[in-house]
């Protein structure tokens, strides 16, 4: 599973996620990751370490075999790049919109970085930020920008009236380009999904029902708690 | 022992997809067509077809220009043959010619066909012996296609009406 499955899984993802359709040509259109999404699989990287689903101490070390920590090493440079194609894949290609979102996606990983999380809850949380990315660039932004007009077009553009469209500039890309980040998507939370079970094995921390319900309240009400 | 094998093959197998992947971008095939025609180019077993260019061929010497780049195109799809790449040209420059003015856009286009027929034949002088040109290497070519794209006052010089086409 680690040696052939998962690089697989998350070599494909790096495949599909810069792969766009030309709505009038119909032909491809590969997109290279840009530099910010880079930025942006690194934070998610050391998220990934922070939460407990990359355990690197039991991955590469001097205790296993040169293949292994080849093979582990080789694991974690396909999620990195699995990662930033993700990213690529819901990322507005130009104008505003894809410095908005870049913006929004850095803000969200940073706030993470302190805050505590454990395997489970980074993989709902990725679910969630990579859902709300696609369904607002494939459904909602799609829909504003397609040739054809749409009802949200015609709201926006009364919303927004003065401000030139021009300044969310953004390609047309064929319907099917959403399908192909859809399963993009899928695929990528998947493969963690699997990663976490198949690679470190136990995912689930079994802790004690007191200091659970301790990790429920808010930071105001823990010292009350403690106090009593 | 076996796992190992196991081991090495799959990281063999990956390592060659995502050399895929990079090989991908690298191209940019727009369609599965002129991916298979990249997939040739790589493994070195890609041939233009011969029939559409000497179709082509026929269609220059007729003058119908434009007509023969559709045919090369089709018989170069990936755009690796020097030699179609410098009849591409060649009809560029026939095309764009003029007794008083040179069409710019077509004489640019004619640049980049002649310099995609010189990186092709990397290494040596690329020469094409055919009676019906009246230049025979691609270096001729690009210099007179750029001479082309040059503005000077001696562009009004009223004798140039007597020049001739190449």
């Known amino acids: 599973m680690d040696f052939v499955v998962l690089p697989f899984v998350f070599l494909t993802v790096a495949l599909l996620g810069g792969l766009r359709v030309g709505a009038e040509s119909g032909t491809f259109i590969f997109i290279a990751p840009p530099l910010v999404t880079l930025l942006l699989a690194t934070l998610l990287m050391l998220l990934l370490v922070r939460g407990g689903l990359v355990r690197l101490h039991q991955w590469v070390g001097s205790d296993f075999p040169p293949l292994t920590n080849v093979a582990h090493i080789w694991m974690l440079i396909t999620i990195f790049f699995a990662s930033a194609q993700a990213f690529n894949s819901v990322l507005p290609e130009r104008g505003l919109l894809h410095w908005m979102f870049s913006f929004f996606f850095l803000w969200t990983l940073w706030n993470n970085q302190f805050s505590s999380f454990d395997a489970r809850r980074l993989l709902r949380s990725l679910t969630i930020l990579f859902g709300t990315a696609f369904v607002l660039k494939h459904l909602l932004l799609a829909s504003l920008y397609s040739p054809e007009g749409s009802w949200l077009k015609r709201v926006a553009g009364a919303l927004v009236q003065g401000v030139a469209f021009g300044t969310f500039d953004a390609p047309p890309f064929a319907a099917v380009t959403g399908y192909i980040a859809f399963f993009t998507l899928a695929l990528y939370v998947g493969g963690l999904i699997l990663f976490a079970f198949a690679v470190n094995g136990e995912t689930t921390v079994v802790i004690d029902p007191v200091v659970h319900d301790h990790q429920q309240l808010s930071a105001a009400e823990r010292p009350a708690v403690i106090q009593d | ?166």
């Open chain 2, 1 to 166: 022992m076996q796992s190992k094998i196991i081991q090495l093959i799959g990281l063999g197998v990956t390592i060659a997809y995502a050399a895929f992947i990079v090989w991908l971008y690298a191209t940019e095939p727009r369609t599965f067509k002129e991916l298979t025609s990249s997939a040739e180019v790589a493994a070195g077993t890609y041939e233009i077809n011969q029939e559409k260019f000497n179709s082509a061929l026929n269609l220059f010497r007729r003058e119908q220009f434009r007509a023969a780049r559709v045919e090369w195109q089709q018989a170069d799809p990936a755009q690796r043959d020097a030699r179609t790449q410098f009849y591409v040209a060649y009809s560029f420059y026939r095309e764009g010619w003029g007794r008083l003015y040179f069409d710019q856009e077509l004489f640019k286009q004619g640049v980049e066909a002649v310099n995609r027929a010189i990186t092709l034949s990397s290494g040596s002088t690329l020469t094409i012996d055919d009676p019906d040109l009246q230049m025979h290497t691609a270096a001729e070519l690009k210099a007179e296609l750029e001479q082309g794209l040059e503005r000077s006052w001696s562009d009004v010089n009223p004798l140039k009406a007597l020049r001739t086409r190449k």
